[in-house]
Structures are given as C-alpha cells and as structure tokens.
C-alpha cells in the first residue's frame, strides 16, 4: 500500500466549499476544475480559476458529461472563458453514465479541440464502464479512471485497464480543503508531471456559442456582476452609470440595452449557455425579465415543465435558520440543498431553494 503523500492532484466542485488555496498549494502539483453538470454551472468555478492563476497552480477544467455533444462541449469552453481564465491546460469529459453515444462522445471532443487547439484534453472513464467506452479513442489526449480499493485515503491496487492518471481515492485530505476531496495519481508509462503541468498555456480562442444565434459580448462574470448593480439600484441613474463605468460605460450599457430589448428566446439561449452565470448574478443581471427568461428555458431546454421548487429571495436581515424555520424545514436541510458551505453567510437578493 502507498501513502496518499503530498503534493497530489485534486479534483474538485462546488461541494469543497470555499478552498484556502493558498494553504493547499504546497500539498499539490495540479487541480482539476468543474466547470459544470450537464446543463448546470458549477457555483464555485470562477472562485477557483482566480486562485489557481493567482497562485499558479496548473490546472484543467472538467465537464460531467450527459451525452450533448458538441452542444455540451461548448458550453463548457464557454463558461471556462466567462471566468476570465488563461491557463487552463485542457478540458476533461467525465463519462460516468452507461449508454451514450458515442458519435456524441467524438462530437464532443472535436469541439474542444476547436475551442483549445493546443490542449492537452482529457477522459474520465468510470471504471466499471471501461469496457462501454474503453475499447475506442473519441480525440482524447490522455485517459483518467478511479479504483478505490478501501478508500481509506490512500492508494491501493491501481486500475487494470490502461490509463494515465489514476483517481485512487475519495477520501483524500489536503490542508485548505475541508472534508474529503478526489486525490490523484499519474500512473502512465509515457506522461509525467511536466508533461500534465509544463510549458507555457495554450493559447485560448473564442468558442463558438452553443446557442446558435447568440449575440456576442466580450464581457467576464465581473462585468455581469457590475450589470446586476445597475439593475438592481434605483440611484444609479445614467449620469450616475456613466460617472461611475467611465470608459466602461458604452460596453456595459449595450449589454444592459440588450437585456432590456432581446427576444424572451434570445435571452434563455444566453441563460442556457452560462452567460450569466448562476443567482443571484444571473436573477439581478436579467432584472425584471428574470422570471419570463426562466419560463421559456424551461419550456425550450426542460419539456415545457416548470421549477417545482418553492424559492425564497433573502431580505437584509434573514437567517438561514429562520427561512427554514418559515418553512418547516432545517437549516441544515437547506445549505445542503443550495450548496451554501457556510450557513452563516447568506445575502440579500439570494435565491434560497426550499
């Protein structure tokens, strides 16, 4: 048996929270990013892209792949660029559903390569599903399978099906990252950590949007965060905007302009492709057409059906404790549900899933 010894290589989500990247940066070589589940964005990307480029800890963007295609590829390069990322060694696909095709698996390997020439891409092959997905390349320039064993933290038998990074734990700890998290292993006859981690980032080029007919805005999340202000402040009038964005001020009124003037359908395609990220940015940016926008992708992407779910939106004041208790409900419940990793901390305008 091998110890689980630092540095090692990460993946991780939403799910860890807010990382202490700077403490965990001795304890690892490489991280591997979620960008997103199927269709959903995952709430903690850009947080963790700006820490890793701030700290300069290689790493690659992965997808859990729910058989999109090319559709599903770019929307994964197009919420990595939204980040305002530049280093990104490459795009992982996570295949851990049986049946999908695989003309959609090469569909979408195809497209990543497009929106990053020079990376080094990846797939991840669950691996009770090898012999599914295994047999075949689908454009992948590397292969990445977990084997478990105990799970104890630490590295057992290793996979017996061919592959270069090994995910041989769940159960792995790494100081700044609370709880468990994936760790890591290269385990390729022909790949090491210079050639995962080296040389100079690949050049990124713009994707092309999964949308279609998606008018293009060169902008960051921040800028969306900044359209959301203008929104939803009633003192910000224009001369206010104008004094305030400077330079800035014709790029981010256009944008405000097209939210305010595109078609209901324009603007879900948007919505749908991660333009606007998650709530609350996503609500504050869309302004008052946040609710029709939300009714049409549901009706154009989700079969017509509407969100279930009752939400709250958080008021100055409100405890995640006293939503709950509003509701019948626990306030651990609700973190849980709605990925909020302190409990303590929740802001007015944020949408609470009951």
Known sequence: MV???????VDVSEFQGDISWAQAEDGLWMAILRVQDGTYADAK????????EKLGIPYYCYGFYRNGGAVE??????RYKATGGKQCRGFVVDTEVSGYSKAN?????AALRQAMPDGKHGHYIANHLFGEYGGEKYGEDWRWVPVYGANDG???S?????CDLWQFTSAGKVPGISGDVDCNAIISSDKDVAWFTGGTPP???????PAGDVEQFDLTLEDYELVAKVMIDPSCTNDVRRAALGSRFDEIQALINHILSASTTTLAKEVYAGRYGNDPVRSQALGPRDDEVQAKVNELYYGGSSISAKTYVVKSGDTLSGIAARYGTTYQKLAEKNGI???NKIYPGQKIVI
């Open 154 to 156: 630490y590295a057992h």
């Open 105 to 109: 698996l090469r569909s979408a390997f």
């Open 341 to 343: 990793a302190d409990p």
């Open 73 to 78: 590829a770019n929307r994964l390069a197009s």
């Open 158 to 162: 290793a996979p017996s099906h061919p």
């Open 3 to 9: 110890s689980s010894i630092l540095p090692t290589c």
């Open 203 to 209: 050049p990124q080029q713009k994707p092309s949007s």
């Open 45 to 52: 990307l850009a947080r963790n892209v700006e820490w890793c």
